[in-house]
């Protein structure tokens, strides 16, 4: 089992004008699997969709959260990721049937890409982009080019045996003025980042794969952003939800099973309420 802390490492070529991310995942990722038993291309591409999420919003300057959700019409019909600025993580993947479907494509079929970011100041923003290459990594890297036009190169990386994700982003700098010389730089360090292993990813600390990898670049290595698992659900939350039901539904789902429950997408916690409960929520939030 890796020694790796769960990280986001963020770093800059000043003389190329290109930034680059790296991401290194382990207990976020085993915390957001644990209680689900999803099918091995389903986790595969769980994992990439959260090194991927990482990397997303670690590019954009705001506080608040975000969401990378795929629908599809495939055996996977949904999968998403939420995240905000501060690393908390959580994911979801839901099937319409049993699958052994591997890859992308195989999975969700014909699909977009949602991205939807909410900051806690201003106007919620969201971006939609077809799933129309093979791989994850190149349908972000497109998303960039669509919504941005900023050249992007995205790596992600899935360790079966050990239950890690990982994920390396490079993007030249949007201000940049010296635009061919600038691409020149940006194409040098994508063939170097080509060679990363996934050995290296998934076992080297940041700073030492990022030493191996670029050192006869001059980089500047910020202060590495920890990731973790945050479901997010509570009582509260879920009171919330149920409350909007119509009160004869709830005074008919309470005469057959005594109680009303809800169960959590994510974490897959269930919280049970009896009428007591509900009726004590109810008038707390008329005052």
């Not at 077809?130 to 349908?139: I, M, S």
Request: glycine share 6%; proline share 4%; with cysteine.
């Amino acid at each position: 089992m890796s020694h790796l802390k769960d990280e986001l490492n963020r770093y800059l070529f000043d003389e190329l004008n290109v930034r680059g991310e790296l991401v290194q995942l382990s207990q976020t990722y085993r915390e957001i699997i644990g209680n689900h038993e999803y099918p091995e291309g389903v986790r595969q591409l769980l994992a990439e969709l959260l090194s991927a999420t990482c990397l997303l919003t670690a590019t954009i300057k705001f506080e608040g959260e975000i969401t990378v959700q795929i629908q599809g019409e495939g055996p996977l019909s949904y999968i998403a990721v939420n995240g905000d600025n501060e690393q908390k993580m959580r994911g979801v993947a839901k099937l319409s049937g049993p699958t052994n479907a591997i890859g992308l494509k195989n999975l969700v079929g014909k699909a977009n890409m949602i991205i939807t970011i909410r900051p806690f100041k201003g106007e919620a923003y969201q971006g939609v982009v077809a799933l129309e290459h093979d791989t994850l990594a190149e349908c972000l890297a497109h998303y960039f080019e669509v919504s941005e036009q900023i050249p992007t190169k995205v790596w992600l990386f899935y360790d079966k045996d050990n239950a890690m994700a990982a994920g390396t982003l490079l993007q030249l700098l949007p201000e940049t003025s010296e635009k061919n010389e600038n691409q020149e730089g940006f194409n040098h360090l994508c063939h170097i980042t080509e060679t990363t292993k996934p050995e290296e990813i998934f076992s080297l600390e940041a700073n030492e794969l990022l030493h191996r990898l670029y050192h006869q670049e001059v980089v500047r290595i910020y202060e590495p952003q920890a990731v973790s698992y945050q479901c997010g659900c509570s009582e509260e939350k879920c009171l919330s939800v149920i409350s909007q039901l119509p009160p004869e539904e709830l005074a008919a789902i309470i005469a057959e099973q005594g109680w009303v429950s809800m169960t959590c997408d994510y974490c897959l916690a269930t919280y049970k309420f009896d009428e007591p409960q509900l009726a004590a929520f109810v008038a707390k939030t008329k005052h």
